[in-house]
């Protein structure tokens, strides 16, 4: 693994797997294809980057029996898992940003929650615009940082912020990186979520550090000194102190031709 990596996914392959991930048939997929008629669902090409532990894909299956579901995930503990929720998808193990499929070979291609770890994003843009068929469709799902520094996370954990600063794109930059790859009708929609949580809540979910990639990718020192912040406020202000906290999800649409 490169050193710039942000997260070794191998050392967490075993315990990624937890249920709040689970998902639904694709919606942006359903979409599409509610405006592409002419697709026949059995020539239908999907492509999924940075599939983790497959469960977008698996769950597509049922809804896409005859379609032909592809993964790439550049870590072999991801790929594991993978294999064994969906027997019947192509996994494939490797970089996002060099697939070595030949061009124009999807109709369809989503990246969910993985782009920030890719080190060459340029490349990753050029590379899903080159795989996608003309009329194609690329969905990118992701959070945006720069929206969202009320996230208790980055509260806790300001150099957690410091570094997304660095592996994410502000996201008029990602609409323009898309532009210049050649995507055009690039749209952006917004889902803001703001809550209020138990400061004990707060705690359990920062304690299992390999559940968000912003703890992992953060130093030892730098974990433990949140901890201990979020500690210290439950002992001033108690378990059930609420904290405020916002999300910010993006979801962008781009299409090719
Ligand atoms: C936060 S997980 C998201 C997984 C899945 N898409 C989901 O939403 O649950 C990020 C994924 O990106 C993968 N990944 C990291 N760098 C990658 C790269 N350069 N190319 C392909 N996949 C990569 C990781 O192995 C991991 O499975």
Known sequence: VNAQQRLNYDRIAHIYDEPFRDHASDPHLARFLAERRDLEPGNLRVLDMGYGTGKQLSANRGDYPAALLVGRDLFRGMLA???????????????????????????????????PHVLNKSELWAETFRLLKPGGRF?????????????AI?????????????????????????EQAGFAEVEVDYRHVYKDERLADVLAFVGLRARTSQLMAISDAEYDAGLAKVRADIAERGDDAPVSSHLCYITVQAQKG
């Open 154 to 178: 980055y509260r806790y954990f300001p150099t957690a912020l410091t570094r997304d600063f660095r592996d994410y794109l502000p996201t008029g930059q990602l609409v323009a990186a898309l």
């Open 139 to 151: 969905v990118l799902t992701n959070i945006d940082p720069w929206l969202m520094q009320d996230w």
């Open 81 to 115: 898992h993978a294999r064994k929720r969906g027997p019947d998808v192509c996994w494939f193990n490797g970089d996002s940003a060099r697939a070595p499929f030949a061009d124009a070979s999807f109709d369809y291609i989503t990246n969910q929650f993985s782009y």
